[in-house]
Nanobody, 123 residues
Framework: VQLQASGGGLVQAGGSLRLSCATS????????MGWFRQAPGKEREFVAA????????LYADSVKGRFTISRDNAKNTVYLQMNSLKPEDTAVYYC?????????????????WGQGTQVTVSS
């Protein structure tokens, strides 16, 4: 399974970006998916997750109300809509595929990872 993240870039504080994660290889539509991020010198942290059926989603407290995760199983793609971006959102963002169908915020439960896409928010 390969995961390809895209959509990162440079944006001013208060702006928006939409990240995409396309999956290929074995169909991943029946697996939970998630987004994580890693800032320089920091641990990789959970951002958002979505169950395979989109019936449930999870968010880190730091992004609740600003970020929205969604998926289109017909396109094998997961999205992360990021609004009201802050400088502290600056990081490399990674998409990941979960081993089970539910949404999970635990990094250890994700078996497959994309290469990451850089998001930089200027003040």
């Amino acid at each position: 399974v390969q995961l390809q993240a895209s959509g990162g870039g440079l944006v001013q504080a208060g702006g928006s970006l939409r990240l995409s994660c396309a999956t290929s290889g074995r169909t991943k539509s029946n697996y939970g998916m998630g987004w994580f991020r890693q800032a320089p010198g920091k641990e990789r942290e959970f951002v958002a997750a979505i169950a395979w059926s989109s019936i449930s989603t999870l968010y880190a407290d730091s992004v609740k109300g600003r970020f929205t995760i969604s998926r289109d199983n017909a396109k094998n793609t997961v999205y992360l809509q990021m609004n009201s971006l802050k400088p502290e959102d600056t990081a490399v963002y990674y998409c990941a595929a979960h081993r089970e169908r539910y949404a999970s915020g635990f990094r250890s439960e994700y078996a497959y990872w994309g290469q990451g896409t850089q998001v930089t928010v200027s003040s």
